[in-house]
């Protein structure tokens, strides 16, 4: 299927990279001035920013209630960005959109960026919430059946390898994964996968700027070929927790978040993989406005509450 039309038309708009150093603090302050103001976000029962005290140190997190009830399953929510963009704002519609669609509690992670932060800073945070998050259940009013964890991208990334790090520490308590898109091989040899090259140049994320823009993670002290970097290298992959893997036709980090839901399955962990049509890397960051996009919302809940999900076989 070709690139859906309101994408394109979007990126028919975006100007080529012209070759320049990419500069974090312009490129953060350039995101930030695109957020939609308070009035125009999906309205839910409460938002609340606060602080996680984690072994990590303080982590900002922020936490959307969607409807007032005596329980909730938690879902703990890594934004993307390549490791040195994102943050609790940029990432709001999407944090809300999960609560609002899944029903759970969402603790969205604030967690610290590269290169100001060297790894394993971010992904500490991000571990780091989750634990506190179990840790503070009773006044999270956490079911006790439910604690996800989800991320889009470099949050993708982050999610996947929250999850080796629990089990390697002998915490059980997560028992979902959501990876939206994720990047979970930073070794960007374009002949490892086909939708590299596939998917190469003109879908917004381009192959020849994964290097550029992952540097600022990889040259801090992260080793593309460590399995918490580059979580699809884990040789083991047993034990970890039932996964949902949204990819993107047209982007070129599709195959190996695929190969990872294989790798899962192979594993004898429940994975279910799902190709999203017409759509590049960070639809559901960027393209959420449309409905066959949106719906990846809805079968993010389908997938933590056991229902059967509405989407096309």
Do not use: C
């Amino acid at each position: 299927m070709t690139i859906h039309p309101e994408i394109a038309k979007v990126l028919r708009s975006i100007p080529a990279p012209d070759g320049s150093p990419l500069d974090p603090v312009a490129m953060r302050a350039g995101e930030a001035a695109q957020v939609p103001p308070l009035e125009d976000r999906i309205p839910l029962h409460a938002v609340e920013d606060t602080i996680a005290s984690t072994d990590a140190g303080e982590v900002p997190v922020r936490i959307y209630t969607p409807v007032d009830a005596d329980s909730y399953g938690l879902i703990v929510y890594l934004h993307g960005g390549a490791f040195f963009l994102g943050s609790l704002d940029t990432h709001d519609h999407v944090a809300r959109s999960l609560a609002k669609e899944t029903g759970h509690k969402v603790i969205s992670v604030g967690y610290r960026l590269a290169p100001e932060a060297a790894f394993p800073a971010g992904l500490a945070d991000s571990y780091g919430v989750v634990r506190w998050a179990a840790e503070q259940g009773q006044a999270l009013k956490w079911n006790g059946r439910t604690l996800a964890v989800a991320g889009d991208s470099s949050g993708g990334n982050f999610a996947a390898a929250v999850t080796a790090m629990a089990r390697e520490d002998g915490f059980s308590g997560i028992t979902h994964q959501i990876l939206f898109y994720p990047s979970l091989d930073l070794d960007f040899d374009v002949d490892r996968y086909a939708s590299m090259r596939e998917n190469a140049e003109g879908y917004g994320l381009e192959t020849a700027g994964l290097k550029p823009f992952n540097a600022f993670y990889l040259e801090n002290g992260a080793d593309p070929a460590d399995p918490l970097v580059s979580p699809i290298k884990r040789v083991d992959l047993s034990g970890l927790p039932q996964a949902l893997i949204l990819t993107a036709e047209h982007d070129p980090l599709r195959d190996e978040g695929e190969l990872y839901g294989q790798r899962l399955k192979e594993a004898g962990v429940d994975a279910t993989v799902h190709r999203y049509a017409g759509a590049n890397h960070g639809f559901v960051a960027n393209f959420s406005w449309l409905p066959e996009f949106y719906r990846a919302f809805r079968e993010a809940g389908d997938f933590l509450n056991g229902t059967p999900s509405d989407r096309p076989a």
